[in-house]
């Protein structure tokens, strides 16, 4: 199990200060989700911790070891334990849906044979209510799909820390009721779970911490009852405009 | 005025710096690939199938045109001053020691330079580079390394084709329009190919293989956030990677002919 620690974390772009000296603490097998306005920094922080993107100053500790400064082998053992479900799925767009769900697989899990990945494939397609062809490109398939699959990407792997950066985000409402069914199904596995969601009803229904973010900076953090009834002026103006 | 020139210096002496810490990264993930690189073999062998094998009509096509020219052109003029076997050497250095490894690089440039930086820029803008760090895969190792093999290997191989076309194809070309004896062309065309326009020629083409593999995926990492910036990088990759050739290709001659 990780918990994820972010230390005085600074982020600055063409100038611009995206985010600034950010300390959290995303403890173990709970859920942690971010919320803000739109353009405060919530993907930005949660790429941060996820360490896809490098700051300027500060550090990732997961377990209380910095992940920038992590040896290859340990950052390889960490990537495989975690993964990220991205807000435009980000499949790779030179691959099949195969190939894009048994790319983790065959970096994590050697199998020359492949026929124990390609059921867990299948397992995991079926899973995420996939039926079209696997053959097909990303570049073939609805929007609704594409985020279904990436998020079958990510869970192929049975990882423990799941970054969610809001995949309902342009989903129909048939695909969100599903891929929230499945992240409901996760709280039950004891995962450790950072997420940026706008949906209110999702936030009251899994988050355990919530952190209040506005212009690059974390307003105020807490358990879920502590932020809802917060006294903070931006912080309640952040969760009735979600409401 | 000063103050501006020397923002420009160190933002230059920056750049230089960062290109050669990202070249020397290519080299040592190279090093690493060729040990355990078993995820990247397939975009290694799609690599080398688009760059080495699909160009090959492209480039025999070339080279046995360019070939015929030189016979046809040489066997025209340089009779007319006693000078007709000098048509084998000036085939030769024409052929294998310049335009053969030089036309190539510009083929290579236009189809797989142009290619390798849009299709990384994209990856870039569709954060497919993160998805790929997600999971664990480095970008330099997956992304980065079979393009530099597969180019470098590609463009020595054709180079090869190329010289193989235009020495000899071109030979069967040149039989339509000015008879030529096999076993005089051949003969004198061995005797006046010595090792060392074979040895620059395979130099040459490494050297170039290297500089269009990593300019242009170099400039597809540049890509930051928004689809305008692919065709603007792709452009520059285009430029760098030519003037660089060109470049290399005069230091090449400088130091092999003097």
Known sequence: ?????????????????????????????????????????????????????????????????????MKPKELLEFRKKSSFVFQDAALWANQSVYQNMSLPLRLHFPDPG????????IEMLNLVGYTDSIHLRPAELSNGERK?????????????????????????????????????????????????FSSSSLIHKIADFLFVMKDGKLIESGTKEQILNSKNSTTSSIINSLL | MLGKLGRWLISHIKNLLYSLGFFFRIIKATIVFAKKGQVGRKVLTMQILFTGVQALSNISLIAIALGAVIIIQGVGILPQFGQGDLIYPI??????????????????????????????????????????????????SYLAVPRFIGVTLSLLLLNLYFNFFGLIGSYFITQFIHPIQAAEYFRKLLYNLHPDDIISSII???????????????YGFKVEQSTTEIPQMTIKAVGTASVLCILADALIVLIYYT
């Open chain 2, 204 to 218: 040459k083409s490494i050297v170039f293989g290297v500089i269009i593999s990593v300019v242009s995926i170099y």
């Open chain 1, 148 to 196: 279904m699959i990436s998020l079958g990407r990510a869970l192929i792997t049975s990882p423990e820390l799941l970054y969610l950066d809001n995949p309902f985000v342009l989903v129909d409402p048939s695909v969100a009721k599903k891929m929230e069914s499945l992240i409901m199904d996760l709280l039950n596995q004891n995962k450790t779970i950072i997420a940026n």
């Open chain 2, 91 to 140: 085939l030769i250095t024409i052929i294998t020691r310049e335009l053969g490894p030089m036309l190539c690089a510009f083929i290579i440039i236009a189809r797989s330079g142009t290619a390798i930086a849009s299709e990384i820029g994209s990856n870039v803008v569709n954060h497919e580079i993160e998805a790929y760090i997600s999971v664990g895969i480095d970008p330099i």
């Open chain 1, 1 to 69: 199990m990780y918990d994820v620690y972010l230390k005085d974390i600074t982020l600055i772009k063409n100038q611009r200060k995206i985010l600034s000296h950010i300390n959290a603490h995303f403890p173990k097998s709970k859920t942690s989700v971010i919320i803000g306005p739109s353009g405060c920094g919530k993907s930005t922080l949660l790429k941060v911790a996820a360490a896809l993107i490098p700051v300027d100053s500060g550090k990732i500790l997961v377990n209380d070891k910095d992940l920038v400064k």
């Open chain 1, 114 to 121: 492949s026929k124990k990945h390609q059921k867990k494939i």
